[in-house]
Nanobody
Framework: QVQLVESGGGLVQAGESLTLSCAAS????????MGWYRQAPGQQRELVAS???????NYADSVKGRFTISRGYVKNTVYLQMNSLKPEDSAIYYC?????????WGKGTLVTVSS
Protein backbone atom coordinates (compact mmCIF):
# COMPACT_ATOMS: atom_id res chain seq x y z
CA GLN A 1 0.00 0.00 0.00
CA VAL A 2 1.41 3.39 -1.01
CA GLN A 3 1.65 5.93 1.79
CA LEU A 4 2.45 9.61 1.37
CA VAL A 5 3.86 11.62 4.24
CA GLU A 6 4.11 15.41 4.13
CA SER A 7 6.30 17.66 6.22
CA GLY A 8 7.38 21.26 6.34
CA GLY A 9 4.21 23.15 7.13
CA GLY A 10 4.08 25.86 9.74
CA LEU A 11 3.27 29.43 10.61
CA VAL A 12 5.01 32.19 8.70
CA GLN A 13 4.50 35.86 8.00
CA ALA A 14 3.45 37.24 4.66
CA GLY A 15 6.38 37.47 2.28
CA GLU A 16 8.29 34.61 3.86
CA SER A 17 9.06 31.19 2.42
CA LEU A 18 8.40 27.57 3.26
CA THR A 19 9.37 24.29 1.67
CA LEU A 20 7.05 21.33 1.82
CA SER A 21 8.32 17.80 1.40
CA CYS A 22 6.51 14.60 0.54
CA ALA A 23 7.87 11.09 0.59
CA ALA A 24 6.02 8.08 -0.73
CA SER A 25 6.64 4.60 0.56
CA UNK A 26 5.31 1.20 -0.38
CA UNK A 27 5.66 1.48 -4.13
CA UNK A 28 8.24 -0.37 -6.14
CA UNK A 29 7.46 1.87 -9.09
CA UNK A 30 8.40 5.45 -9.73
CA UNK A 31 5.02 7.11 -9.33
CA UNK A 32 3.99 8.78 -12.55
CA UNK A 33 2.57 12.09 -11.34
CA MET A 34 3.11 13.69 -7.99
CA GLY A 35 1.73 16.97 -6.83
CA TRP A 36 0.33 19.24 -4.19
CA TYR A 37 -3.23 20.25 -3.50
CA ARG A 38 -4.55 22.59 -0.84
CA GLN A 39 -7.80 23.12 0.96
CA ALA A 40 -8.72 26.20 2.92
CA PRO A 41 -11.60 26.20 5.42
CA GLY A 42 -14.93 26.22 3.63
CA GLN A 43 -13.34 25.80 0.22
CA GLN A 44 -12.84 22.93 -2.17
CA ARG A 45 -9.53 21.19 -2.51
CA GLU A 46 -7.59 22.67 -5.39
CA LEU A 47 -4.52 21.78 -7.38
CA VAL A 48 -1.46 23.82 -6.50
CA ALA A 49 1.19 22.15 -8.64
CA SER A 50 1.96 18.81 -10.23
CA UNK A 51 4.90 17.17 -11.94
CA UNK A 52 4.90 14.11 -14.14
CA UNK A 53 7.55 11.47 -14.57
CA UNK A 54 8.75 13.36 -17.63
CA UNK A 55 8.99 16.57 -15.61
CA UNK A 56 5.97 18.17 -17.19
CA UNK A 57 4.85 20.75 -14.64
CA ASN A 58 1.54 22.44 -14.04
CA TYR A 59 0.83 25.31 -11.63
CA ALA A 60 -2.31 26.99 -10.45
CA ASP A 61 -2.45 30.54 -11.75
CA SER A 62 -2.50 31.87 -8.21
CA VAL A 63 0.96 30.46 -7.42
CA LYS A 64 2.79 30.87 -10.72
CA GLY A 65 6.05 32.71 -10.24
CA ARG A 66 6.02 32.13 -6.47
CA PHE A 67 5.93 28.35 -6.00
CA THR A 68 8.26 25.74 -7.48
CA ILE A 69 7.60 22.02 -7.55
CA SER A 70 10.41 19.53 -8.00
CA ARG A 71 11.13 15.86 -7.64
CA GLY A 72 13.84 14.74 -5.29
CA TYR A 73 16.78 12.49 -6.09
CA VAL A 74 15.30 9.90 -3.77
CA LYS A 75 12.63 7.88 -5.55
CA ASN A 76 9.08 9.15 -5.08
CA THR A 77 9.83 12.36 -3.24
CA VAL A 78 8.48 15.72 -4.22
CA TYR A 79 9.01 19.22 -2.89
CA LEU A 80 7.12 22.47 -3.04
CA GLN A 81 9.17 25.61 -2.56
CA MET A 82 6.81 28.43 -1.63
CA ASN A 83 8.10 31.99 -1.80
CA SER A 84 6.41 35.32 -1.22
CA LEU A 85 3.67 33.67 0.75
CA LYS A 86 0.36 35.47 1.12
CA PRO A 87 -2.37 35.06 3.73
CA GLU A 88 -4.58 33.55 1.03
CA ASP A 89 -2.07 30.70 0.71
CA SER A 90 -3.10 29.51 4.17
CA ALA A 91 -4.53 26.01 3.89
CA ILE A 92 -3.89 22.37 4.53
CA TYR A 93 -1.54 21.17 1.83
CA TYR A 94 -1.92 17.60 0.64
CA CYS A 95 0.57 15.53 -1.26
CA UNK A 96 -0.94 13.59 -4.12
CA UNK A 97 0.31 10.83 -6.36
CA UNK A 98 -1.32 9.36 -9.40
CA UNK A 99 0.02 6.22 -10.96
CA UNK A 100 -1.95 5.35 -14.06
CA UNK A 101 -5.32 5.67 -12.44
CA UNK A 102 -4.40 4.79 -8.88
CA UNK A 103 -4.59 7.89 -6.70
CA UNK A 104 -2.99 8.35 -3.32
CA TRP A 105 -3.20 11.13 -0.74
CA GLY A 106 -1.20 12.18 2.26
CA LYS A 107 -2.85 13.34 5.46
CA GLY A 108 -1.86 16.95 4.90
CA THR A 109 0.31 19.58 6.48
CA LEU A 110 -0.98 22.94 7.69
CA VAL A 111 0.41 26.17 6.30
CA THR A 112 -0.64 29.39 7.98
CA VAL A 113 0.45 32.77 6.64
CA SER A 114 -0.14 35.75 8.89
CA SER A 115 -0.51 39.26 7.53
Amino acid sequence: QVQLVESGGGLVQAGESLTLSCAASGSIFILNTMGWYRQAPGQQRELVASITGRDSINYADSVKGRFTISRGYVKNTVYLQMNSLKPEDSAIYYCNADHYGQTYWGKGTLVTVSS
